[in-house]
């Protein structure tokens, strides 16, 4: 079943975001949309490093966007994000909405963004932000307050985080891909945003397009695409897509494991 969606379309972004191409990693995992699930993030990492223990050669983590916002602990979120990434799985981050939108209103804290209303107060909370204090400053007083709790690093994250990632045989994104459009020609804003007619199009053949931002209670596989979001802050359940030359698995962290942990 399809968890609540957001439509909300976004303003164009000034700047193009880059694209990766990772090479041919010998195993790599896809962590779904964390939202603030910093928990659920570290026994799902847990989960991850003993998986990958089975396996030689180059390993490589990607996250598909949408890190904060909704769950408890974005803040904490963002700090695993900006410090370095231990052992021997390398870690590429991209862009989703979310990040799109937090950047936009750190440069505009207008209280009547839509960010707020979709999990940005929890953001703002998980960074000390007292949020009847803050409804009540001025702008620019607003502005100074983000910039007082929220690093510099933090920051420079959500600007340069890239938007989609490639290998050979796959793609990944946070919301989807363009049907009929090549890799090249797709822009920022679909990559993090678009639905349809993404969804509704079942491939069969062309790259393995793996990503987030479409949230149900299950991954889901139609075609040439995977969705791990699986609304870790509503489900309870943090998903990642095991891809290797042999096939694919999925790992998660549950509601169960947090509370057993």
């Keep these: 079943m399809m968890l609540g969606l957001f439509r909300k379309q ?28 910093h928990r659920h993030l570290q026994v799902l990492l847990d989960k991850i490093r003993q ?13 598909l966007g949408d890190h904060i916002d909704r769950g408890p602990h974005s803040a904490a979120v963002m700090d695993w994000l900006s410090a370095p990434f231990k052992g021997d799985i390398e870690r590429v981050s991209l862009a989703g909405n979310h990040e799109a939108m937090m950047l936009d209103f750190l440069a505009d804290p207008d209280l009547e963004s839509a960010w707020l ?42 600007r340069s985080m890239p938007v989609m990632a490639t290998t050979g045989q796959a793609v990944f994104v946070h919301a989807g891909i363009r049907p009929d459009l090549p890799l090249e020609q797709q822009t920022d804003s679909d990559l993090v945003w678009i639905r349809q007619p993404f969804l509704d199009e079942v491939r069969a053949d062309g790259p393995l397009v793996v990503h987030g931002h479409t949230p149900a209670e299950t991954p889901v596989i139609a075609g040439r695409r995977i969705c791990v979001d699986t609304g870790a802050y509503a489900t309870g359940a943090l998903t990642a897509l095991r891809l290797t030359s042999g096939g694919y698995d999925f790992l998660q962290a549950t509601l169960q494991d947090i509370t057993t942990r």
């Design 117 to 158: 209303r979709n999990g940005g107060e929890e953001t703002l909370t998980s960074y000390g932000i007292d949020l009847p204090a803050f409804e009540r400053a001025r702008q620019r007083d607003r502005r100074a307050m983000l910039d007082f709790v929220v690093p510099a690093d933090h920051v420079e994250l959500l």
């Design 10 to 37: 976004p303003r164009p972004a000034s700047q193009p975001r880059s694209r990766v191409n990772l090479g041919e990693p010998d195993v790599i995992y896809a962590v779904g949309d964390i939202h603030g699930c």
């Design 51 to 63: 998986d990958a223990a089975q396996f030689s050669g180059r390993k490589v983590l990607v996250t």
